[in-house]
């Protein structure tokens, strides 16, 4: 779409020449600082994977090369379970703190609402609170104002709720920068503002909402204490079951289970990659 | 004509699914330390008595009791260590059991029954023990260890690793001073207060979770640790010594009680008793080498389990051991005082 | 142009945008503020009101009015690690926007089929659970470990180093899982420069360092001061990454906090931790957006 194309920052022209050379020394600055810090990024992922193949129980030292931990894995419905049940809960938080986050970032933008500034700091609250603080307190209403049972509907609200404020911060950010002059350009050519959010606002603020989404469910699918105490007994995630196997070292098994998780995520990133370079064509 | 097939194979696909899914009558919801009772033994109970077992797991007493203070959660059986159990009686926050139903209580050691949290055993049954003691790194540390006073010397300074529990480090430092681990009065904290300020600056990490890994990693020598992380260091590593200092040690009881909230007492009796199974016991205890009280069990263990230091300790270590008793609100103070010193 | 914009939902964009709004935007609006409202007041005020409780022997909360809590509080002791666990979130988000800058520069002007691909490459490893993370980090670290190693048979030392249990290692934590946090938002203000700027940039004459930190910076500045926020303000009250690879000897607030509902047993004092921790905050967060108004 011609509108949207201009928020994307497009492949323009090249640089003329005389700019070339300075950009281009930077270029490469940037290039290599990017390749260390992706590696800086995956050297315990490194590590964790080639420790998925140690024989060794107590995954400290490597003592030898074995599959074992991938062979038990398949059988272990527990850890397979409490997996599964993350990934529910994780994609489920993620599309609700997207909704409200993006929402609620809009609005605020294009309105001004009576209490614009308290909004801007309530925001914040699930972001500094110590989790500790939230899992308690959150715990208590469910249990004894709302009489709601534990398990997966308390935990996404639990999780929705410090996720959403990335979102928000994220998306409020990108609107910085918005021209308000296109949505009203949009409307003068007759479309209305649900048109204008949905064909000129959203586009632009994809990137935003998919970091967003990225930042929600890569918090919701690490967290430990706060669910802890909105969890039930049937909605145990990985984080709960994982904590304390430290106790006995961790199991080699959750190296192998990350090592899957890792390959199928690049291998369906590949795939949508690829196919979207098809369908280019 | 359509309709009515489609309707009635939706109807008959429903009673199928109803079936495959009808919950067996019992439920079973166990709230118990991780990595405590083996996926095997849990997935046995449930094959052989028909009961759907959940579990959810804590990683400490405390976690468990502020979910339950807060009322989430209905469990029906808890593994509380002796201190707790000492408080969840006193509240009366426990459902008495039936010893009739647990024949297999007998096989319990006299020395681990009717203690003082739980008199009569009228409340729970015991799980598994285990003591804290010292483990060395002999390749690192070639003076011999005797007791506390030798590991917070100040030559270890930065070479050691203690557990992160203030009730333990200030239970040291008493028995240390010749005091009893439940002497806790603002008198006697005070007078151990200097040795805590001496001991607390040579400490170079502070873990509960798996102090083994730093001993392992060779980042410090010595360590005040639990039996069950000493165990795994020892049959890891000739290397590592340990040791239970000479000044006494605590002894700790985990036991398993069922909550007055309980939904389904009859399955937890029924649990304990298949826990205190020797075969089933003795399982438990090669996955976690503790100390096992059950002496049924006992007898079906390999000479190499039974004679680990750390997992067994000599009827002598034994006269030295100590239970914890719950010293309730004093649980804060003692917390700040080593919070205090830590952040010097 | 404006500092600190958009993260606190404030500034009026230029050409003001803002209108008063109708019933369908209030109506549109409505979910966001219920669930502020059930999900983040409600307890925040529950905890409020715990902190100026007291409790019995078992932990439990016992409602008589006291501010006892806050008078022990109010204790150099406790506002010390406040200020650490302040100092070391400060540090981590500026040490992440220097690292993570260039790399968000980076994906950000990438060809853009290849920005999803690289964002990805950013979060998956955050997708493993955190402790299997950390605990490779404490073996790469240790004193028998892979950097030791390297560091010794380069001959730039000859007896191991103590990398862990120490504050380099807790920035090292810290740092590496909030990067992201930091990259991510600083990729979606570079995304929509597009080379017309860029060569405008450059065009009024400065060298090349000059045109990116005096232009192309300010032009990102929104995501920067996002990623400072989604860094800064998460890391405050984090307390598991620093007492793995600190080793516990360095508590931080979070961690003192979490103590209080555990082996503490006393729940209302960690409330009234809580609560000052949300006020401190609060205080520096409405000083700086009102130093802001200020200047506008």
Redesign the interface.
């Known amino acids: 779409m011609a509108v949207s194309e201009t928020f994307h920052g497009p492949e323009a022209p090249p640089l003329s020449v005389k700019n070339f050379a300075g950009i281009s020394t930077l270029g490469v600055f940037f290039g290599t600082w990017t390749a260390l810090v992706m590696a800086f990024l995956y050297i315990p992922i490194a590590l964790l994977v080639v420790f998925s193949f140690n024989s060794a129980r107590l995954n400290i030292r490597w003592e030898g090369f074995s599959t074992k931990w991938y062979e038990a894995l398949l059988s272990n419905h527990v850890l397979l379970g409490a997996f599964q049940n993350s990934l529910i809960v994780a994609s489920a938080t993620t599309v609700l703190s997207t909704l409200l986050g993006t929402l609620g970032a809009w609005m605020l933008y294009r309105y001004r609402f009576p209490f614009q500034g308290a909004l801007g700091l309530l925001i914040f609250i699930p972001m500094v609170m110590p989790e500790v603080l939230m899992g308690v307190s959150l715990l208590v209403l469910f249990v004894q104002l709302l009489h709601m049972p534990l398990g997966f509907t308390t935990m996404i609200i639990a999780h929705t709720t410090f996720c959403f404020p990335f979102v928000l911060v994220a998306v409020q950010a990108r609107l910085q920068g918005l021209d308000p002059s296109q949505e009203e350009a949009a409307m003068d050519l007759g479309a209305t503002p649900f048109q204008a959010f949905r064909k000129v606002i959203l586009p632009y603020l994809m990137p935003a909402i998919i970091s967003g989404a990225l930042m929600s469910f890569t918090l919701s699918l690490d967290e430990y204490i706060v669910s802890v105490f909105t969890t039930g007994s049937q909605s145990q995630t990985l984080p709960l079951k994982v904590y304390g196997m430290a106790k006995v070292g961790l199991n080699p098994q959750l190296n192998a289970l990350s090592a899957i998780f890792i390959a199928a995520t690049f291998a369906f990133a590949l795939a949508v990659h690829f196919f979207g370079k098809k369908k280019n064509l | 004509m359509k309709k009515t097939t489609l309707l009635l194979s939706a109807l008959a696909a429903f009673a199928l699914i109803g079936t495959t899914h009808a919950a067996p009558n019992k439920n079973l919801?166990i709230y118990c330390?991780?990595?405590y009772i083996p996926?095997a033994v849990i997935d046995r109970f449930a094959k052989e008595t028909g009961t759907k077992v959940?579990?959810?797991?804590?990683?400490?007493n405390?976690?468990m009791?502020?979910?339950l203070?807060?009322?989430?959660?209905a469990y029906d059986i808890i593994q509380p260590s002796e201190y707790v159990m000492e408080?969840?009686v006193?509240?009366k926050f426990l459902h008495p059991i039936d010893r009739a139903k647990i024949p297999n209580l007998k096989n319990i050691a006299p020395q681990f029954l009717n203690l003082a949290f739980d008199p009569g055993n009228k409340f729970s049954v015991p799980f598994m023990a285990g003591t804290v003691g010292i483990v060395v790194n002999t390749d690192l540390i070639k003076t011999e260890i005797r007791g506390f006073n030798d590991v917070f010397k100040p030559e270890n300074k930065?070479n050691i690793v203690v557990l992160?529990?203030?009730?333990e480090i200030v239970a040291w430092a008493l028995l240390a001073n010749g005091m009893g681990v439940n002497q806790i009065t603002d008198k006697n904290l005070n007078k151990i207060k200097p040795t805590l300020e001496k001991w607390l600056p040579l400490?170079?990490?502070?873990?509960s979770?798996?102090p083994?890994?730093?001993l392992?990693?060779?980042?410090v020598a010595v360590g005040v640790v639990w039996g069950?992380?000493g165990a795994?260091l020892l049959n890891?590593n000739k290397k590592f010594r340990w040791i239970i200092p000479a000044e006494g040690s605590h002894m700790f009881i985990d036991s398993l009680a069922i909550p007055k909230a309980a939904k389904n007492v009859e399955s937890a009796e029924e649990f304990m008793n298949f826990i205190l199974r020797p075969e089933i016991s003795k399982e438990i205890s090669e996955?976690?080498p503790y100390l096992n009280p059950n002496l049924a069990a006992r007898a079906l263990m390999t000479k190499k389990e039974l004679e680990n230091p750390a997992s067994f300790p000599t009827d002598e270590e034994m006269k030295k051991m100590q239970l914890f008793k719950?010293i309730?609100?004093q649980?804060?103070e003692i917390?700040?005082i080593v919070?205090?010193l830590?952040?010097q | 142009m404006a500092g600190f914009a958009a993260p606190t939902g404030v500034a009026p964009p230029p050409g003001g945008h803002h209108r008063a709004p109708g019933l369908l935007a209030w109506i549109i609006l409505s979910p966001l503020l219920l669930w502020l409202l059930l999900f983040v007041v409600a307890p925040t005020l529950m905890l409020t009101a715990v902190s100026f409780a007291e409790r019995d022997a078992l932990g439990r909360i016992v409602w008589n009015f006291s501010l006892q809590n806050y008078f022990r509080a109010f204790d150099w002791v406790w506002l010390k690690i406040l200020f650490q666990s302040l100092y070391y979130a400060f540090l981590t988000t500026l040490i992440c926007m220097a690292v993570g800058y260039p790399a968000a520069y980076c994906i950000g002007r990438a060809p853009e089929r290849w920005r999803g691909i690289l964002l990805m490459l950013v979060m998956v490893p955050f997708w493993t659970s955190f402790l299997i993370r950390t605990y490779a980090w404490i073996t790469i670290l240790s004193k028998e470990g892979i950097v030791n190693s390297l560091l010794i048979s380069a001959g730039i030392f000859t007896e191991p180093v103590s990398l862990l249990y120490s504050p380099f290692a807790i920035v090292l934590g810290l740092v590496y899982n909030f990067l992201p946090f930091m990259i991510l938002p600083i990729y979606t203000s570079v995304e929509k420069l597009d080379n017309a700027m860029i060569e405008a940039a450059y065009d009024l004459g400065a060298g090349p360092l000059r045109a990116f930190s005096q232009v192309i910076i300010p032009l990102t500045r929104p995501g920067i001061a996002a990623g400072a926020m989604l860094v800064f303000v998460p890391s405050i009250a984090m307390f598991a990454i620093t007492t793995l690879m600190g080793g516990g000897t360095n508590p931080m607030i979070g961690e003192v906090i979490f103590k209080q509902f555990t082996s503490g047993r006393n729940q209302p004092f960690g409330a009234a931790l809580g609560t000052i921790l949300l006020l401190v905050f609060i205080l520096t967060l409405w000083l700086a957006r009102s130093q802001r108004m200020k200047e506008e």
């Open positions: 919801n330390w991780s990595e996926q959940t579990v959810e797991n804590y990683a400490s405390e976690e009791l502020s979910k203070a807060a009322g989430g959660g408080a969840l006193k509240e930065g992160d529990d203030a009730r400490v170079k990490v502070y873990d979770d798996s083994k890994t730093a392992l990693n060779g980042d069950g992380e795994i890891k996955e976690f719950d309730g609100t649980a804060s917390e700040e919070t205090t830590k952040a």
